[in-house]
């Protein structure tokens, strides 16, 4: 049986099924930060994707991938702005979106919801390290140095938290052992300074957790009876923000 949110996930893969009976819905990420914000307009710019890139999966996105999706969805309001892929958690309304020498540029007009807000709250703090787009690939060729995407239909642009309770975005931007530490600190002054929701630091008490796990591992060292100090301290800083929140 499924839980209720793989009912809604099974649901959204249906939904853009029916969209399309042949498509293939894929996800690209890119380390791409937002660039830019206006928290007073709540207005963010940033770009989903860049071209003439090799990612991990040997793809390579030409300029012009995206052209017939901005001309022909993106005026429909077709093309969603999301928090970690999830349709049930729309960030805001997308008011330009382009290519431009760099890559997928948009600008988008953020909700009053209260996963909007806590996004713009997580924004200010520099914890958005990823973008990433929901699309399917219309032609595609291999080329000398990877397989070249020069047509996809968009569906959504997505802004990764790297929250892992994602299915899709599990510990998303973590690259090496002190980008991990940085991202601990960050979140852990995150936590204990924001007004966001209780909902929005509960999943960051979870990367938290998951992060400590992750510094253990890359760190190879034998795991001690006891936890060191440092980490001690911590954890029994996140109980008391749990009791707080909580």
Sequence with gaps: MYTSEENANEAYRAYLAA????MIYGYKNFS??????????????GYFSAFNTLD????????GAFTK??????????????????????LGKITVLKEDEYGLYYESKIGTNFVAQDFLKMVESDLVKEHSIGFQTIREQKGETGNEIFD????EGSSLTAW??????????????????DRLKSLEKFVRNSDASDECI??????IKQLYQLVHTMSSKPAAVEAPVEQKSVEQDIQLLILKHF
């Design 164 to 181: 892992g309770a994602n299915e899709h975005t599990p510990l998303m931007g973590v690259k090496s052992l002190a980008e991990t530490k």
């Design 19 to 22: 969209e399309s009976k042949s």
């Design 202 to 207: 509960e999943m960051c008490l979870i990367e």
């Design 56 to 63: 991990s999966d040997g793809d390579i996105i030409r300029p």
């Design 152 to 155: 996809v239909k968009l569906y």
């Design 69 to 90: 999706s901005i001309n022909e969805w993106f005026p429909k309001g077709r093309i969603k702005h999301l928090l970690n892929h999830d349709i049930r958690q729309p």
């Design 32 to 45: 791409l930060e937002v660039k830019d914000i206006d928290k007073k307009e709540g207005v963010v710019a």
